[in-house]
C-alpha cells in the first residue's frame, strides 16, 4: 500500500486512539512515532494494531541516528523493522540529524556539517536501512538553528546529493523550511527548486514559535500550535510547484481535541484541490 498523492493525514498521539477507535475521523492515514510503538504486545502497540485496521500507517522514526559515524543500532533498526511489518507501514521517514555517539543516545535531532565525508557516512546509513526495509527511506529537511563553519555544500543540494547516491526519497517538512528560512536567511522557493521534485513523497506541516529566550530572534519547530498562515502560504506555494503529494498535520505537544487536528488536515486538503479527504478503509 502506498500513500495516495492527494492523501491528508494527521500524527497519531495516544490522546486520540479512542477518537480513531470509535469515530473513524475522515483522514487517509497516520502517521506514527515508531519508538513509541517498539514495546510489542503492549498497550500502545495493541492501540495501533486496531488502528491500523481502518487506516494506512506511516512510521516516522526519530532515533534512528542515520549520520551518526558509529552506524546504525542493529539492535534499533530490526525493532524498526518490526513495527514496519506489523502495521504494513505505507512510508517510513527519518530524518537528516544524528543522535547517538559512542554507545549513548541523546533525546533531540542533532545537526550536522553538511560536507562530502557526512554524506558518505548518511549514505552508508540509508542504504543499509532501505535494505532491511525493502523500499526507500524519506528523508527529513531538519529545522534549522544554526550552521556549521565546517560545511559546504548547501543543504537542498546535500539532499540532492543523496537522493541519486542511494535512491532514497524525501519528505519536505515545510514547516522546518519555513523555520530555517527565517532563523538563516535562505531563500525558500530556492531551496525547494534545488530539490528534486520527483523525490518528494511527503509533506509534513506543524506549528511553531518565536523563541522566549532573552535577545532570540529565533522560530522554534515546537509542534505545539496550529499551522501557521506563512505556513500555509508556503505550502500552498510548493503544492503549486510539484503538485500534490501526501501531507501530514502533526501535532506533538499542547495537544487539541482530535476534530482540532482534523480541520487542519481538511483545510490541507482544501489546497491539494479536494474538498474533503476520502477516508474508505471501513
Given at each position: 500500500m502506498r500513500l495516495p498523492a492527494s492523501g491528508v493525514g494527521v500524527g497519531l498521539r495516544s490522546l486520540h486512539y479512542d477518537d480513531f477507535l470509535r469515530d473513524r475521523p475522515e483522514v487517509d492515514w497516520l502517521e506514527v512515532h515508531a519508538e513509541n510503538y517498539f514495546g510489542r504486545g503492549g498497550i500502545h502497540h495493541q492501540a495501533l494494531r486496531a488502528i491500523a485496521e481502518h487506516y494506512p500507517i506511516a512510521v516516522h522514526g526519530v532515533a534512528l541516528s542515520l549520520a551518526s559515524g558509529d552506524g546504525i543500532d542493529g539492535d534499533h533498526l530490526d525493532r524498526l523493522a518490526s513495527l514496519v511489518d506489523d502495521v504494513g507501514g505505507c512510508a517510513v521517514s527519518e530524518h537528516l540529524a544524528w543522535s547517538r555517539?559512542?554507545?549513548?543516545?541523546?533525546?533531540?535531532?542533532?545537526?550536522?556539517?553538511?560536507?562530502?565525508?557526512?554524506?558518505?557516512v548518511l549514505s552508508q546509513n540509508v542504504e543499509r536501512a532501505q535494505a532491511r526495509f525493502r523500499q526507500p527511506l524519506l528523508i527529513e529537511n531538519p529545522a534549522g538553528y544554526c550552521a556549521f563553519e565546517e560545511s559546504r555544500i548547501p543543504?537542498?543540494?546535500?539532499?540532492?546529493?543523496l537522493v541519486r547516491r542511494t535512491g532514497c526519497g524525501l519528505l519536505l517538512d515545510v514547516n522546518n523550511l519555513y523555520v530555517t528560512a527565517a532563523n538563516l536567511g535562505i531563500d525558500p522557493l530556492g531551496?525547494?527548486?534545488?530539490?528534486?521534485s520527483d523525490a518528494i513523497a511527503e509533506l509534513h506541516l506543524a506549528g511553531h514559535e518565536p523563541s522566549h529566550a532573552p535577545g532570540a530572534s529565533?522560530?522554534?519547530?515546537?509542534?505545539?500550535?496550529?499551522?501557521?498562515?506563512?505556513?500555509?502560504?508556503?505550502?500552498?506555494?510548493?503544492?503549486?510547484?510539484?503538485?500534490?503529494?501526501?501531507?501530514?498535520v502533526e501535532w506533538d505537544t499542547n495537544l487539541p481535541p482530535a476534530g482540532v487536528l482534523v480541520a487542519e488536515a481538511h483545510r490541507a486538503a482544501s489546497i491539494l484541490g479536494r474538498r474533503t479527504p476520502d477516508h474508505a478503509m471501513g
Open positions: 555517539f559512542g554507545g549513548r543516545y541523546f533525546n533531540d535531532l542533532l545537526p550536522l556539517p553538511l560536507t562530502e565525508e557526512t554524506l558518505d543543504e537542498a543540494e546535500f539532499l540532492a546529493n531551496y525547494l527548486a534545488a530539490l528534486p529565533l522560530l522554534i519547530d515546537t509542534h505545539a500550535q496550529p499551522v501557521s498562515a506563512g505556513v500555509w502560504d508556503l505550502y500552498a506555494t510548493v503544492v503549486a510547484r510539484i503538485g500534490p503529494r501526501p501531507t501530514l
